[in-house]
Antibody
Framework: QVQLQESGPGLVKPSETLSLTCTVS????????WSWIRQPPGKGLEWIGY???????NYNPSLKSRVTMSVDTSKNQFSLKLRSVTAADTAVYYC????????????WGKGTTVTVSS | QTVVTQEPSFSVSPGGTVTLTCGLS?????????PSWYQQTPGQAPRTLIY???TRSSGVPDRFSGSILGNKAALTITGAQADDESDYYC??????????FGGGTKLTVL
């Protein structure tokens, strides 16, 4: 049973870079796509982007200028960096396995809360 | 900008049937958008219910079903139970490796 676990600082200062890692256990990161999704307090879900195990990426146009995703297959991990954060980036951040056959997210991490505040 | 629309809220009586919909601000939803549906209870991660319009994810009861109704994707819950009270999100695949979430529907069972 594949499980995902997000990790990273829970507090980031405005204008700095948010960095999160998702660790995949119980299965290989290879041959799958992996997404980041976020949810601001009291609001809906927003797809941030995905990374393929090969390193290919695609980002939400609304965040593209600030987002970088990377993958480390040797550690079965993938990561998210979001630059120049503001309070609007405060959210629960989820990682999810993304199936290109069917085009959906089938396994989700529990999420990690990131607060942007000085 | 593409907006995926959902009813903000809905209520259903225990044992009743409810259909939640997922539309587009411009245009019609078809199977080509591969609509998927997710259930989320407060403080929890989303749970995958339906993908590829009408395929139930593993372990999802058959009282959850997906379809296309008119120009929208639809999630129907037949025989609603108290623990179906949740937020429900649809997601559409817009092509070119890009997904858009709907705003979610808060379902109350009362």
């Amino acid at each position: 049973q594949v499980q995902l676990q997000e990790s990273g600082p829970g507090l980031v200062k405005p204008s700095e870079t948010l960095s999160l890692t998702c660790t995949v256990s119980g299965g290989s990161i290879s041959t799958y796509y992996w997404s980041w999704i976020r949810q601001p307090p009291g609001k809906g879900l927003e797809w941030i982007g995905y990374i393929y195990y090969s390193g290919a990426t695609n980002y939400n146009p609304s965040l593209k200028s600030r987002v970088t995703m990377s993958v480390d297959t040797s550690k079965n991990q993938f990561s998210l960096k979001l630059r120049s954060v503001t309070a609007a980036d405060t959210a629960v951040y989820y990682c999810a396995r993304t199936r290109y056959g069917g085009y959906y997210m089938d396994v989700w991490g529990k999420g990690t809360t990131v607060t942007v505040s000085s | 900008q593409t907006v995926v629309t959902q009813e903000p809220s809905f209520s259903v009586s225990p044992g009743g049937t409810v259909t939640l919909t997922c539309g587009l601000s411009s245009g019609s939803v078809s199977t080509s958008y591969y609509p998927s549906w997710y259930q989320q209870t407060p403080g929890q991660a989303p749970r995958t219910l339906i993908y590829n319009t009408n395929t139930r994810s593993s372990g999802v009861p058959d009282r959850f079903s997906g379809s296309i109704l008119g120009n929208k994707a639809a999630l129907t819950i037949t025989g609603a139970q108290a623990d179906d009270e949740s937020d429900y999100y649809c997601v559409l695949y817009m092509g070119s490796g890009f997904w858009v979430f709907g705003g979610g529907t808060k379902l109350t069972v009362l």
